[in-house]
Nanobody
Framework: QVQLVESGGGLVQPGGSLRLSCAAS????????MGWYRQAPGKQRELVAV???????NYADSVKGRFTISRDNAKNAVYLQMNSLKPEDTAVYYC???????????????WGQGTQVTVSS
């Protein structure tokens, strides 16, 4: 099984920036779509951004123009550059990847353990 591990979270002031990283460990496999989700206390997990293997991206309306998702296919890694951070961005951020293990095994969803992002003055 592939494990996704996030890093880069922390405490930042409003208007500041953070860069989240997520890398796959374990057996070398192909990963299709990757993305970032977040969950604030008392709220449901929501999509932040996704990126395809070809670089196509989609963002939640709340982060458009502020966040940028990117990936390195050779490293099976995905990144999230977060600029102009707001207090409402405070949440645990989770990395996601659709793992393609190859026949006869089916594709499956893999999730990171989460990294805390806190935006506060």
């Amino acid at each position: 099984q592939v494990q996704l591990v996030e890093s880069g979270g922390g405490l930042v002031q409003p208007g500041g920036s953070l860069r989240l990283s997520c890398a796959a460990s374990g057996s070398i496999v192909s990963i299709d779509g990757m993305g970032w989700y977040r969950q604030a206390p008392g709220k449901q997990r929501e999509l932040v951004a996704v990126i395809s293997t070809t670089g196509s991206t989609n963002y939640a309306d709340s982060v458009k123009g502020r966040f940028t998702i990117s990936r390195d296919n050779a490293k099976n890694a995905v990144y999230l550059q977060m600029n102009s951070l707001k207090p409402e961005d405070t949440a645990v951020y989770y990395c996601y990847g659709k793992v393609l293990p190859g026949w006869p095994r089916d594709a499956y969803d893999s999730w990171g353990q989460g990294t805390q992002v806190t935006v506060s003055s």
